[in-house]
Nanobody, 112 residues
């Protein structure tokens, strides 16, 4: 089992910045990342990171940066130039031994 503890998020005006962090319990997950879900929409991948690759959704490329501290089993998401369409619940994600785990979610609201 992996427990994911998220922090960060909140309310910001368009053009502003927010950062998220997520710490995983136990041994190192193979992949960590962030998904988000806007009201009335499906959950979508925002950014993921593993030892081999880093991937971003097209909608956040150039604005969001994902980073990982393997010593702390923590993944970070720096979100800059935020837009109202970035609003949603952001979920931390981790994969370990072919199982997927999710955090409880943290709200990000971008006002116009």
């Amino acid at each position: 089992q992996v427990q994911l503890v998220e922090s960060g998020g909140g309310l910001v005006q368009a053009g502003g910045s927010l950062s998220l962090s997520c710490a995983a319990s136990g041994s190192k997950p193979s992949t960590m990342g962030w998904y988000r879900q806007a009201p009335g929409k499906q959950r979508e991948a925002v950014a993921t990171i593993s030892d081999r690759s880093t991937n971003y959704a097209d909608s956040v490329k150039g604005r969001f940066t994902i980073a990982r501290d393997n010593a702390k089993n923590t993944v970070y998401l720096q979100m800059n130039s935020l837009k109202p369409e970035d609003t949603g619940v952001y979920y931390c994600y981790a994969t370990r031994q072919f199982s997927n785990y999710w955090g409880q979610g943290t709200q990000v609201t971008v006002s116009s």
